[in-house]
């Protein structure tokens, strides 16, 4: 079965229907990307996924025991709070040293163990989560918006890394994103999502069909065609190439639409 | 027991319990920002006091449900959109100034008053001490038990949920013991000086903690001196015990950063 599998699932803050009639389904060893506007109920979805919002119609079922590993968007930490990474990552199961060290060299920050986690950079924050959601040996690593805070060629490293962990562990991934060239070209999936399903299916499908470039304009069908190319060199000279995409997605765009991926990027 | 015939060892002995249980649920309050909270269920306690003695039941029960009722209250009120600090702001002076209109209506008692404001630890007696120490245990085993739920919980709602955690139980846990530590603090501090003993011994722990056990431990070694050196400094300036063991835990926050002042910044 479904790792999870949400039905008819309709969410409400308040008087306002944040998502209606969503179906959706995540099966073992999938990567999908969520992508939608601000505002679209995309973190909402992922709650509703891990349980912290009520659906007032419809039903989530989850897989028995099923492990989510949960990249956060952020999280605010009280500076009242001193907390070490090595501490941080035995939350909420305590985890042998040599399995935090170990986690740490997977999410490519080893040797902060000692760190205050409020002394970290942006990008070593998000390694961080990530290398905590490792170490719950998830059945599915949830990732909302996880390259915030990384520059271009740092969210490329990032994805492609989710790609290898995939590889790897035989996890599922299911991503939020803004950053829908470089998301998208690493999935089986994308979910195209608007407060309901626009569309969904493989990357390619969702590029070029009218209800995504309605919301996000056609730019970003040649930004994932330079990418998708990327994608057959060596990882060596993926700065370059994540470069050169950055600018080709600019080229490429017409004005309405890019200010308003660049708006959803932020 | 000759020992606890000693009305100074009761006392010390009191202070000690309260300020064990007031720091990991002191710790809480300062990184959940519960502050203001913890004043409102200390203060409701006042009103507690005077149902119980006008009903006559114990003091501690009466505390205990009416700081229960007031967190709880607030807790459910939080979360219909009402402003927090506002909100808490009427709840908790009110229920004060009600405690203390209420009070007034039972004539005997009224020369006790100071004694539930700003605590009579001196006054503690065998059954008061073996009531601090049972509902400090009960607080220690309760925020041991749930300690690592709390903590993520405290992190981050949704990381706590992703981790099967339901960060609103979290919540009621450190709501029932915060009734708790209210309706033990009474007799020690007072209704007035409980939010203090609850956030001044974690804030000093603050400066030199890098780890939550940490600062919950150096928190429980502040509290612990600031009771007893308090005590010890009550007695020898004749001065009120509970106002006095605030103002040592005051001092000790003082050097605390003082001396952080003057340390070279941790790298």
Redesign the interface.
């Known amino acids: 079965m479904s790792l999870v599998q949400l039905e008819d699932v309709s969410v409400a803050h308040g008087r306002n229907t944040v998502l209606s009639h969503v179906n959706f389904r995540i099966d073992r060893g999938e990567i999908v990307t969520v992508v939608g506007p601000n505002g679209s109920g995309k973190s909402t979805f992922l709650?509703a996924i891990?349980?912290?919002v009520r659906p007032a119609r419809g039903r989530v079922s989850r897989a028995k025991g099923l492990r989510?590993?949960?990249v956060?968007q952020k999280?605010?930490?009280?500076p009242?709070?001193?907390?070490?990474v090595g501490?941080?990552l035995s939350?909420?199961?305590?985890v042998a040293p040599e399995a935090a060290k170990s986690a740490l060299a997977e999410a490519e920050v080893p040797d902060l163990a000692g760190r205050?986690m409020s002394d970290l950079s942006g990008g070593q924050f998000q390694r961080v989560l990530l290398a905590r959601a490792l170490l719950?040996q998830p059945d599915l690593l949830?990732l909302d918006e996880a390259t915030q805070g990384l520059d271009q060629p740092g969210s490329a490293r990032f994805y492609r890394q989710i790609e290898a962990l995939r590889q790897e562990r035989g996890c599922a991934v299911l991503m939020v994103s803004h950053e829908l060239h470089v998301v998208m070209s690493a999935s089986d999936r994308v979910i195209c999502l608007n407060g309901h399903v626009c569309c969904e299916g493989q990357p390619e499908h969702v590029a070029s069909a009218p209800e995504y470039r309605a919301l996000f304009g056609t730019g970003t069908q040649g930004a994932l065609a330079l990418y998708r190319h990327d994608h057959d060199h060596d990882h060596d000279h993926a700065h370059d190439h994540a470069h050169d995409h950055a600018q080709g997605h600019h080229d490429h765009a017409d004005p309405a639409p890019a200010a308003q991926a660049q708006e959803a990027a932020r | 027991m000759t020992l606890l015939d000693d009305f100074m060892v009761r006392a010390a002995l009191a202070g000690l319990g309260v300020a064990l249980a007031a720091a990991p649920l002191g710790s809480f309050v300062v990184w959940r920002r519960m502050a203001y909270f913890g004043d409102a269920t200390a203060h409701a306690g006042i009103l507690g006091v005077a149902l119980a003695l006008a009903m006559s039941v114990p003091i501690f029960a009466g505390a205990l449900v009416l700081a229960l009722a007031m967190a709880l209250g607030a807790t459910a009120l939080a979360g219909r959109g009402f402003a927090m600090d506002t909100m808490l702001g009427v709840l908790a002076h009110s229920a004060l100034a009600f405690g203390l209109v209420a009070v007034s209506f039972l004539p005997s008692v009224r020369i006790d008053l100071m004694g539930y404001l700003f605590g009579d630890i001196l006054a503690v007696s065998k059954t008061d001490l073996a009531v601090i120490w049972i509902g400090a245990g009960l607080v220690l085993a309760l925020l041991a038990w749930r300690w690592s739920a709390l903590l993520t919980a405290t992190l981050g709602e949704d990381l706590a949920y992703s981790c099967g955690i339901n960060p609103a139980r979290e919540r009621l846990v450190l709501t029932l013991a915060l009734a708790l530590v209210v309706a033990v603090a009474i007799k020690v501090v007072g209704v007035l000086l409980i939010a203090a003993m609850l956030v001044i011994p974690p804030a000093t722990a603050r400066v030199f903690s890098s780890t939550p056990e940490g600062m919950v431990l150096r928190a429980g070694v502040c509290g612990a001196v600031a009771a007893v050196g308090g005590l010890r400094l009550a007695f020898l300036l004749d001065t009120p015990a509970g106002p006095t063991i605030v103002c040592l835990a005051a001092v000790l926050f003082l050097v605390a950063y003082l001396i952080r002042g003057v340390l070279p910044a941790r790298a």
Do not use: E, K, M, N
């Open positions: 709650r891990i349980g912290a989510i590993g949960y956060p999280l605010p930490l009280d009242t709070l001193p907390i070490t501490r941080f939350l909420p199961t305590r205050q719950a949830l």
